[in-house]
């Protein structure tokens, strides 16, 4: 996508107005076509751009931007992306010098449109903008000939004297233009939004203006369930934490001694040095050698797979510290840029040992490399449709993953055993959580006391993640109950077709269309239980049809009109 090379967002009244208007446009547009006249494939189409432009337009109405902070501030643009690009020519690497003379706006406008939230009464937490400071006053710390913005994947093709012209030209813009601005930026988050900051006890949404309604809505759509509601969710996390209770018992009797309840064995997990990992190195190891090993037994599970590697690298230095415990960046469609598990190693010896395994498999294998990078290898679908994606449908394959992974036979003891068991409950505990602060009115002590209470998580990680859940309303939600949505489909597809059941076709049912909505999942599982019906593999989908079959004729008959529609016929006997 180099045709973007030399562009970045504008964040003023006028574009979002100009976007707004787009946005109804193409709604109205939508609603004009009638679903009943499309294909099957297309019918995802439909649902993917419903979805897409539904969320467009409660961004408009949210403007969540007025007070971004912590993981949802704006520091990713200085510390994060730039790594992630891939410069393939002289031509693009021009371009990306007039991106980065874009900062010195962008940075203009975001303190703007925050200077207006914070007058409007919105405005993060104290602890989310001391994050956001801390990053910031991080990066401007380093030396310009070092800073992440020239951390960029040249293409061999470009010399390495070329290369170093094109850095010499992006540290004048950095020194001149993007630094002294950012540095404006700091100056006003220390000055004027930090002695405005929420505190402790007013760490949700709901006590910001309009916040009630913002958190319903980011709530509905990110746990893919349209009519669901704060309480409900509530009680879900509450339910599986009480479920989760009695087989943390049952397999943490068989790692520690003198354990006599599941609250015994979260404390050992917590408290017992044999649970952290020795080193950097260690982490880093460990997770390349499940991903190594969750390679093998794919095809008794999958028939579809991506082409893209999986590497594994630490989380960057400079956003260590404030970052996640783990996430993924997938491929880039043209081959310049493997998927990507990112490991936070920032104090190694303070993290989670029994967390390697599950959370590799969530990240990597068979997690998010599969959906994410099948996703962008999809052929025959509009761009668009490659990389918008339902994070309830994300987070709860990811999750699913770490509990298929237990089913392949992939989790080497009963240490990794107790991670898969903690990082389900720590799911569970993030519906607790987030709505607990978000819509009851919880100070982030008390969604702590309870974090750590439930769940083995390390002080660090729940300190880190409890202000990632306070800066970005309803994500956390969709882990889990995306999560219970594909066991409900998995379960209802396995009553339904009995024998005829085959796990490789599901699995390949629910990623072969992209990062869909759960509502547009549970129309095609229903349209995949289909009596005497049978999986073909067409294109990059999993299109179902009635078997037509004698005694003497071993091979599925299909009829398909239309042009370029190349079926492959399956052996019956196979």
Same mark, same amino acid.
């Given at each position: 996508y180099k045709e973007y090379f030399d562009q970045i967002e504008e964040l003023t009244d006028k574009t979002f107005e100009e976007e707004a208007q787009r946005v109804d446009g193409f709604i109205s547009r939508l609603k004009n076509i009638d679903p009943s006249s499309l294909s099957n494939r297309e019918k995802v189409t439909h649902g993917m751009l419903e979805f897409a432009l539904s969320s467009s337009k409660d961004s408009l109405l949210d403007r969540s931007w007025e007070f971004g902070a912590g993981v949802s501030g704006y520091t990713g643009y200085l510390i994060d992306y730039n790594q992630q690009m891939f410069v393939p020519d002289l031509e693009a690497a021009d371009m990306l010098l007039k991106r980065l003379e874009l900062y010195e706006r962008l940075y203009i406008q975001i303190s703007a449109v925050q200077k207006k939230g914070? %007058? %409007? %009464?919105?405005?993060a937490t104290e602890r989310n903008l001391l994050r956001t400071i801390d990053q910031l006053q991080n990066y401007l710390k380093t030396s310009a000939d070092s800073d992440p913005l020239l951390l960029i994947n040249f293409s061999p093709e470009i010399s390495d004297s070329e290369i170093s012209s094109w850095k010499e030209k992006a540290i004048e813009i950095i020194t001149a233009k993007i630094r002294p601005t950012v540095l404006d930026y700091l100056e006003q988050l220390k000055t004027e939004h930090l002695p405005k900051g929420r505190s402790d006890e007013k760490s949700g949404i709901m006590w910001i203006e309009g916040g009630e309604d913002l958190y319903l809505r980011a709530l509905r759509k990110y746990t893919g369930h349209k009519n669901t509601t704060v309480k409900e969710v509530h009680e879900i996390g509450l339910s599986e934490i009480e479920r989760l209770k009695i087989e943390f018992f049952e397999v943490g009797k068989n790692v520690f001694q003198n354990v006599s309840s599941p609250q015994d064995v979260i404390s050992k997990m917590q408290t017992?040095?044999? *649970?952290?990992?020795?080193?950097? +190195?260690?982490?880093l190891q460990l997770a390349e050698d499940t991903i190594e090993r969750a390679y093998k037994p794919l095809a008794e599970w999958f028939t579809v797979f991506p082409k893209a590697p999986c590497k594994v690298l630490p989380v960057p230095a400079q956003s260590e510290k404030h970052a996640p415990p783990a996430y993924y960046f997938p491929p880039l469609p043209d081959g310049s840029r493997d998927g990507t598990y990112f490991l936070n190693t920032y104090k190694a010896e303070t993290k989670s040992i029994f967390e390697a395994e599950s959370v590799a498999f969530h990240e990597a294998i068979p997690g998010h490399h599969l959906d994410r990078t099948i996703a962008v290898e999809l052929q025959n679908v509009p761009d668009f449709q490659r990389y918008t994606a339902s994070t309830a449908f994300v987070e709860g394959w990811?999750?699913?993953? +770490?509990?298929?992974?237990?089913?392949?036979?992939?989790?080497?003891?009963?240490? @990794? @055993?107790?991670?898969?068991? &903690? %990082?389900?409950?720590? !799911?569970?505990? !993030?519906?607790?959580?987030?709505?607990? *602060?978000? &819509?009851?009115?919880?100070?982030?002590?008390?969604?702590?006391?309870?974090f750590r209470a439930n769940s083995p998580i390390e002080e660090i990680n729940a300190n880190i993640e409890t202000d990632r859940y306070i800066a970005w309303p309803g994500q956390a939600c969709a882990y889990k109950m995306g999560q219970l949505k594909i066991e409900e489909l998995r379960r209802k597809a396995e009553d339904g077709l009995g024998e005829k059941f085959d796990i490789r076709h599901f699995h390949d049912e629910v990623l072969c269309d992209g990062g869909i909505t759960l509502p547009i999942l549970e129309n095609k599982i229903e349209a995949f239980i289909i009596p005497k019906g049978i999986g073909v593999n067409y294109n990059a989908g999993i299109w179902h049809f009635p078997l037509i079959a004698t005694e003497d004729m071993n091979f599925l008959v299909v009829d398909r009109k239309g042009k370029g529609d190349n079926l492959v016929l399956h052996d019956l006997n196979e």
């Open positions: 914070l %007058n %409007n %009464n919105r405005v017992d040095p044999s *649970m952290r990992y020795e080193s950097k +190195e260690q982490m990811g999750l699913y993953s +770490e509990q298929l992974a237990n089913e392949m036979g992939l989790y080497s003891n009963d240490v @990794q @055993q107790l991670g898969r068991l &903690g %990082n389900d409950a720590w !799911r569970g505990c !993030r519906l607790v959580l987030d709505t607990g *602060m978000h &819509g009851m009115g919880w100070s982030r002590d008390q969604a702590i006391d309870f």
